[in-house]
């Protein structure tokens, strides 16, 4: 019994210890997440490795080649109309090279829109 106790203790020191340089960089230890932003408010997200055919519902979400720096920005967000909980098709706006918050300036700014034939699932939740 004394053994397991030392075995378990020093898991939680090793976590601990490996955790808190992370945790002091801002880094989160749950799963790759980052900023989109819908109708000019941030969320956040929860990166899923899904990969859904193409049937069904989706709503856009604008990613933006010309652009490194820049988060992707959503045409639905939830509690706006006809959000599908988040189930994605991916375009590429081109000619993009600042943030913008709302998909109807990414649609008036964007030189091109090209669908990218990616779709996938993950949830937006209010930042």
């Not at 601990?16 to 989109?36: E, N, V």
Request: glycine share 10%.
């Amino acid at each position: 019994m004394r053994r397991i106790m030392i075995l378990v203790l020093g898991s939680a020191v090793a976590a601990a210890l490996f955790a808190a340089p992370a945790m002091g960089q801002g880094k989160s230890l749950g799963p790759p997440g980052d900023t989109i932003y819908a109708f000019d408010q941030a969320y956040r997200t929860v990166a899923t490795p899904t990969s859904l055919p193409d049937n069904g519902p989706f709503d856009t979400i604008y990613v933006f080649p010309d652009c490194s720096d820049c988060h992707s920005v959503s045409e639905a967000a939830p509690g706006q109309g006809d959000y599908n909980g988040g189930r994605w098709r991916v375009v590429e706006a081109s000619g993009i090279t600042a943030q913008l918050t709302n998909a109807d300036d990414v649609v008036a700014a964007a030189t091109s829109l090209v669908d990218t034939g990616t779709h996938f699932v993950c949830p937006l939740i209010k930042a």
